[in-house]
């Protein structure tokens, strides 16, 4: 992520905001707070619910939180926890490690932000922006992403066990290591998305399966994967990506492989059956690898 947050030490340590108590959900959103801090080169750091000094050559600024430009603010180790941010903007700002559990994040923009670490636990993310986001090891647990934007966002290791996901985009997503366990999928945007070590079994889109750790989908980036020894029958990755995947003795009878990418690929002992679609687009016919 591009950092241009100014490091303060450690007065840039934790910081609480948010007063209230966890909730059972975000909605409906509580009135917004006012927050007070310091900025410094158009950096906002030392946010806070109360007035407070700031260090010399900064100056204070206020305002509600409900819609509040945080851009490339530090906001490292911050507690928004049950407080109502609708609209907020927080690109490239470091929100890593903090506490927005319960919160209303509807359609806040993350685009490019730190956020490794926090938690989002049954917070409102509905169309929120976290484009390019870093979201490693955040909890999303029981959050509502319906129609959110994660294009290209970095999911390692994030925990989106019974998230609801309507509408929502994950195009070209990174979920290597993620918990998916029963989140709701079916009717996301799974193009081109990332995965591997992925715990849980989620509904997902028709077309889309998970095996040993794998999201499998048209589209999918399974590049460098381990697919080895698996049956595969009936899969369809029509336009997945598979440079250097190890296939070795997997099994794609009646699989869709057309427009696939297959280029350095281990092949070695792959079984198809006439039903199979080649990567050419053409129908299996004789012995040998699918013809490219």
Known sequence: MSRTAVRFGAIATAF????????ASAAPPKPSKVYFACEKSKVIFLLTAQPHACPTGSTQVTGLLKGANLNNAELKRVRFQDDNLEGATFIHANVSHANLKATFLKR????????????????SLKFGTFTRANLT???LTHSNLTGANFVQAQLWGAN???????GATFAQADFSGARLTRANFSSATLTGVRSGGVVGKPSLPPGWAIKVGYLLGPTANLAG????DLSLKGIDLARANLKGANLRHAKFIGANLSG???AGAALKGVSYDPSTLCPNG???????????
């Open 108 to 123: 806040t923009n993350f685009s490019d932000a730190y956020l490794a670490g926090t938690s989002m636990y049954r917070s």
């Open 137 to 139: 090891g955040v909890d």
């Open 225 to 228: 994967a381990n697919l080895s």
């Open 282 to 292: 053409k129908r299996f016919s004789s012995g040998g690898d699918c013809p490219k």
């Open 16 to 23: 609480v905001l948010g007063l209230g108590t966890t909730t």
């Open 160 to 166: 989106l066990t019974e998230v609801r996901t309507a």
């Open 260 to 262: 696939a990418t297959l």
